[in-house]
């Protein structure tokens, strides 16, 4: 009996230990299995955060090139801006110079138009002075002083340069006359005469004097308060310098145009603004005429009826 007991003891032990082995195992199992859930679970969560922070670069990189893109187009918005400004600005500068040179042009056509019309109205009444009565206006006459001519002293033989004889005969022949000269007007002030003639570029003042004090029978004509109207206007005193007279006869030529003379009073020297005393006392006192007066002409400038 007690071996049976024995053996069945023993057979207990066994299974005992064996159900022991299998709890174990069990367990080791169980075990196992949560370590790897934990490990898997472990893992899961990494990948998560290694998603979440690519994710975020991925968004912060996306907010940069946005923040980029804004700010190129910002910047390429106001470059546009600036180069149309800048081309309406350039646009109106030229507009503007545009208008301003044709302003211009139209006011230099427009002084050109005056300057013929002042020709035209010179030229025509030049031609209808010398076609009016020769009581007011003296028969033109051409001639080319020089400073170092001999004049003739026969009176008959002059004619031409004598002012009672030129109102008394109103055609005269020119002689000696030159290929090229200024059409000279001078008004006497004092007398209301006027003289046309005509004089080479290169004349003086000395036998140009001379030739008007015969001519208008006034020996108080002088060189320095003689006047002429310069091309501003404005009456202008020669003060006796032959390069003076020789200036404004080139300057007629050059522009053809007829040159304005006067022999200018008191007054007309103070209006023309000279109030030097020592020229307003060379204005003209004109004398008496004398028949018998000697009346000298230049070489250039005889005529004969």
């Given at each position: 009996m007690s071996f049976v007991m024995d053996r069945a003891t023993e057979a207990a032990a066994n299974d005992l230990a064996e159900v022991r082995k299998?709890?174990?195992?069990?367990?080791a199992l169980v075990n196992s299995?949560?370590?790897?859930?934990?490990?898997?679970?472990?893992?899961?969560?990494?990948?998560?955060?290694?998603?979440?922070?690519q994710l975020q670069k991925q968004q912060k990189q996306q907010q940069a090139q946005q923040q980029a893109q804004q700010q190129a187009q910002q910047q390429a918005q106001q470059a546009q801006q600036q180069a149309q400004q800048q081309a309406q600005q350039q646009a109106q500068q030229a507009q503007q110079a545009q208008q301003a040179q044709a302003q211009q042009a139209q006011q230099q056509q427009q002084q050109q138009q005056q300057q013929q019309q002042q020709q035209q109205k010179q030229q025509q009444s030049t031609q209808s002075n010398v076609s009016s009565?020769?009581?007011?206006?003296?028969?033109?006459?051409?001639?080319?002083?020089?400073?170092?001519?001999?004049?003739?002293?026969?009176?008959?033989?002059?004619?031409?340069?004598?002012?009672?004889?030129?109102?008394?005969?109103?055609?005269t022949t020119t002689t000696s006359a030159p290929t090229s000269g200024i059409i000279i007007e001078v008004n006497h002030l004092s007398l209301t005469r006027t003289l046309?003639?005509?004089?080479?570029?290169?004349?003086?003042?000395?036998?140009?004097?001379?030739?008007?004090?015969?001519?208008?029978?006034?020996?108080?004509?002088?060189?320095?308060?003689?006047q002429y109207k310069g091309f501003d206007g404005l009456?202008?005193?020669?003060?006796?310098?032959?390069?003076s007279l020789k200036r404004v006869l080139k300057q007629s030529l050059k522009n053809n145009t007829m040159l304005?003379?006067?022999?200018p009073r008191e007054q007309d020297l103070l209006s023309s603004g000279y109030?030097?005393?020592?020229?307003?006392?060379?204005?003209?006192?004109?004398?008496?005429?004398?028949?018998?007066?000697c009346i000298t002409t230049p070489e250039a400038g005889d005529s004969t009826n």
């Open positions: 299998l709890i174990e195992g069990m367990n299995q949560q370590a790897q859930q934990q490990a898997q679970q472990q893992q899961a969560q990494q990948q998560q955060a290694q998603q979440q922070q009565s020769p009581r007011s206006v003296e028969t033109s006459q051409t001639w080319s002083p020089q400073p170092n001519t001999q004049p003739e002293t026969n009176a008959e033989n002059s004619p031409g340069f004598n002012a009672n004889h030129a109102q008394q005969n109103s055609t046309y003639f005509q004089l080479s570029p290169d004349a003086t003042i000395e036998p140009l004097v001379a030739w008007l004090k015969l001519s208008f029978q006034d020996n108080s004509i002088s060189g320095m308060v003689l009456w202008k005193c020669l003060l006796n310098r032959d390069d304005q003379m006067r022999v109030t030097d005393k020592r020229l307003l006392a060379l204005t003209t006192r004109p004398s008496t005429p004398n028949s018998n007066a």
